[in-house]
């Protein structure tokens, strides 16, 4: 069966295992970060877990663009979108991270899922999706969800510096950060990467798009939770009006 035939019922399974992820991480803790234990086999440096996870995301729709059918304006503004994101967490934030180690099985399903997802998304963009005309780059969908983009993005960034702020080369251990959205929410670093993927959604205007943002709420909703709680375990005097990761909500 040609790929392209694989692409609706791939994206069914894809929602599907998206709700699955969202109830088996509300039980389970991914096992990396604070919430690293024994039992998840062997692991690698930080750094490399990152790279090795994170690279197919941004190489493989740079592939599918320049080999693909439909190399348009509008497709080459998408991939700019993408590859702002993932060009700086692929090859920047892993060297960025400091020090830790991260299990070979979540470096390899984090790749996995990068593959499927890139193939996703732009197996749409370049192939079977429509083709979109110029306009496409003044139509409210595209223009609100760039503008929710970038806001994720910069959200997302700055939340991150925050964190690697608080560590000195070689420390290790956990501080309460201050500052930017923090003020409001435990994890903005999650807040800030979920508006960026609800922007991709909209500006796509696309299932598959769709697809991305509720996976990325499915695995960074109940980890922002388990984040909070380790917080207020951690810490006594831990600011309470801090939410998980939605200002007043979660
Ligand atoms: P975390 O917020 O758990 O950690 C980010 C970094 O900051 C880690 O190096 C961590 O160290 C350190 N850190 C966290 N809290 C503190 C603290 N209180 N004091 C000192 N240092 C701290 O984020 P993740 O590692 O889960 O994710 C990193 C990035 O990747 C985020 O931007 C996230 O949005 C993105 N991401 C996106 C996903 C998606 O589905 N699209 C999935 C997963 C991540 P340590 O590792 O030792 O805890």
């Not at 490399?48 to 197919?56: D, H, R, T």
């Not at 399903?109 to 979109?132: D, E, I, K, M, S």
């Not at 925050?162 to 070689?170: D, E, K, N, T, V």
């Not at 939770?225 to 009006?241: G, K, L, N, T």
């Amino acid at each position: 069966m040609p790929l392209a035939e694989l692409h609706t019922p791939l994206l069914v399974a894809g929602f599907v295992t998206a709700a699955v992820v969202a109830v088996y991480l509300s039980f389970v803790s991914a096992p990396y970060g604070r919430h690293a234990r024994a039992g998840w086999g062997p692991t690698v440096p930080a750094s490399l877990g990152w790279l090795g996870m994170e690279a197919p995301a941004a190489v493989l729709p740079l592939v599918m663009v320049a080999f693909g059918e439909r190399r348009d304006v509008v497709t080459f503004v998408l991939l700019a979108l993408w590859e702002l994101h993932y060009a700086h967490r692929a090859f920047v934030y892993p060297w960025t991270v400091r020090g830790g180690r991260l299990p070979v099985t979540v470096a390899a399903f984090g790749a996995a899922f990068n593959v499927f997802n890139g193939w996703l998304n732009f197996g749409w963009l370049t192939a079977l999706g429509p083709a979109r005309s110029l306009d496409w780059l003044l139509d409210p969908r595209f223009l609100v969800g760039a503008a929710l983009f970038g806001v994720g993005f910069v959200v997302n960034r700055q939340s991150d510096a925050i964190l690697r702020s608080l560590r000195a080369p070689g420390e290790t251990g956990y501080k309460i950060p201050h500052g930017g959205l923090y003020r409001w929410v435990s994890c903005p670093n999650y807040l800030g990467e979920a508006i960026t993927w609800a922007g991709w959604a909209l500006a796509t205007w696309s299932l598959p798009g769709l697809f991305f943002f509720l996976f990325t709420l499915a695995n960074l909703l109940p980890r922002a939770r388990s984040h909070h709680a380790d917080y207020r375990r951690r810490f006594p005097d831990y600011p309470p009006e801090r939410r998980a990761m939605v200002p007043y909500l979660v």
